[in-house]
């Protein structure tokens, strides 16, 4: 059974919006710092927003202002909103947990393009 299950993904306009969702599983969730990753074709994973169990949040330079992070610790879940998309968000998105991290789900594709 995936630890994480990432889904949400899709095929969106420049300028457009996508909220991802991921739910994780078992006890690996509480208490832990979460991250949403991306990762574009030809490129390294790359870590994009980070949310702590009290909801403090960190991102990337190029999110900043157009994504937003949270997480509702009842329901073992981390969204991700994603506003004002541009062509260079198209990556598989996935979650983990930040620096401890766990196995990889399967991902959900975002493509940005007109």
């Known amino acids: 059974q995936a630890e994480f299950v990432e889904s949400g993904g899709g095929l969106v306009q420049p300028g457009g919006s996508l909220r991802l969702s991921c739910t994780a599983s078992g006890n690996i969730f509480s208490g832990y710092v979460m991250g949403w990753y991306r990762q574009a074709p030809g490129k390294e994973r790359e870590l994009v927003a980070r949310i702590s169990s009290g909801g403090i949040t960190n991102y990337a330079v190029s999110v900043k202002g157009r994504f937003t992070i949270s997480r509702d610790n009842a329901k073992n879940t981390v969204d991700l909103q994603m506003n004002n998309m541009k062509p260079e968000d198209t990556a598989v998105y996935y979650c983990?947990?930040?620096?401890?991290?766990?196995?990889w789900g399967q991902g959900t594709q975002v493509t940005v393009s007109s």
């Open positions: 983990n947990r930040y620096l401890s991290l766990r196995s």
